[in-house]
Structure formats: structure tokens, C-alpha cells
């Protein structure tokens, strides 16, 4: 029984410190965002990653790197409406 306790404690202190892990309740495009956003946020993060997409963009860094922040607010587009049902 402590072995579960100590993993539920375990998983909730992960969830307050990295918001990207998700909880019972995150959907899939929350998850998605998070994913998408995370793998921008490192892309404008690392100089050499940034210079290889304004290669092959053939756009000036800055310009991609502009790009990449707009993309950060709506990742994955708006989000489905949910139907009633």
C-alpha cells in the first residue's frame, strides 16, 4: 500500500512541476498544445535547430523564429467543440 501511496505522490508532484505531463482530466488537444508547444519553444532555443529550419524554410532566422512564436499561441488550431449529447 505505500508503494502505491509513494507513487501517486510521486506522479502529483511531476504534475504541479511540469505542466506538459497532464492529469486525469487533460484532453487530447490540451496534451497535443502542450507537445507542440514545448517542441517550438525548443526549436527557438536552440540556435543551430533555428538556423536549420530557416534553411530549409529559406527565410531569415528572425522571420522563422517570429513564425514559431505566433504558432505557440494555437499550436493544434482552435479546440473541437464539445457535442451534447
Known amino acids: 500500500m505505500a508503494d ?19 492529469h486525469a482530466d487533460t484532453t487530447k488537444h490540451e496534451w ?9 519553444a525548443s526549436y527557438i532555443g536552440h540556435p543551430a535547430m533555428l538556423e536549420h529550419f530557416a534553411v530549409a524554410f529559406n527565410e531569415p532566422r ?12 494555437q499550436p493544434c488550431g482552435p479546440p473541437k467543440e464539445k457535442e451534447d449529447i
Do not use: C, W
Open 4 to 22: 502505491k501511496l509513494r507513487a501517486q505522490q510521486q506522479l502529483e508532484q511531476l504534475q504541479t512541476r511540469y505542466v506538459g505531463v497532464g
Open 32 to 40: 497535443v498544445s502542450n507537445v507542440h508547444r514545448d517542441s517550438l
Open 62 to 73: 528572425e522571420r522563422v523564429r517570429m513564425h514559431f512564436v505566433d504558432k505557440m499561441i
